[in-house]
């Protein structure tokens, strides 16, 4: 069974730096896309960047420059670098990804979120 597991949220200062990880885990043939995410309190989850297979990466107009996303295929891992932190970006950041488990097609799995808090 695959799963994605988050790492490395925190408290932080605002104009201070986090690195979030995300790792796949179980049977896993390939991955796609591999993006993150937040949800604030009260809020929608709202998408914020995503890195294609091919390395190609999309951001968040809000966090481009600040954040960059990453992936080690070799790892089945992604990362999300943060800097420049805001109290805006405190959040639950989720990480998503489409995995081919079973060899024929891929589906969407979630991780269970990383909390990151920055505080003015």
């Known amino acids: 069974q695959v799963q994605l597991v988050e790492s490395g949220g925190g408290l932080v200062q605002a104009g201070g730096s986090l690195s979030l990880s995300c790792v796949a885990s179980g049977s896993i043939f390939g991955i796609r896309d591999m993006e993150w995410y937040r949800q604030a309190p009260g809020k929608q989850r709202e998408w914020i960047a995503t890195?294609?297979?091919?390395?190609?990466?999309e951001y968040l107009d809000s966090v481009k420059g600040r954040f960059t996303i990453s992936r080690d295929n070799a790892r089945n891992t992604g990362y999300l670098q943060m800097s420049s932190l805001k109290p805006e970006d405190t959040a639950v950041y989720y990480c998503?990804?489409?995995?081919?488990?079973?060899?024929?097609?891929?589906?969407?799995?979630w991780g269970q979120g990383t909390q990151v808090t920055v505080s003015s």
């Open positions: 998503y990804a489409q995995i081919n488990s079973l060899g024929s097609f891929y589906s969407d799995f």
């Open positions: 890195i294609m297979s091919d390395g190609n990466t």
